[in-house]
């Protein structure tokens, strides 16, 4: 079993799996981050702030990845983002987990 840093665990310390269909509920703080990434990562999860989206898996830190295409706009196209779980509400449960 590979040991995660974060706890797969939503905002209600329901667990996370892969396959959830999850609520992004809040964004990262991205005050460490270099100023010309900020700004386009910022407005990615403020876009998909309230929206619900597949988890893909996690990432060695225990972050939760998401992939998704955004299908207008200047952000449109394919992207994917790692979130911390407890940004996440879990909405329902994958089917075969």
Known sequence: MREFHLKPLDAR?????KGDRVRIVGIPDFSNMHSGRRAKSERVFLHIRGTCKRVDGFNRYGFVEIFFKI?????SGWHNV???PNLLLVQRASDGA
Request: net charge positive; no cysteine.
């Open 82 to 84: 790692a979130i911390e």
């Open 13 to 17: 310390n329901r667990r996370i799996r």
């Open 71 to 75: 299908r207008r706009g200047p952000l």
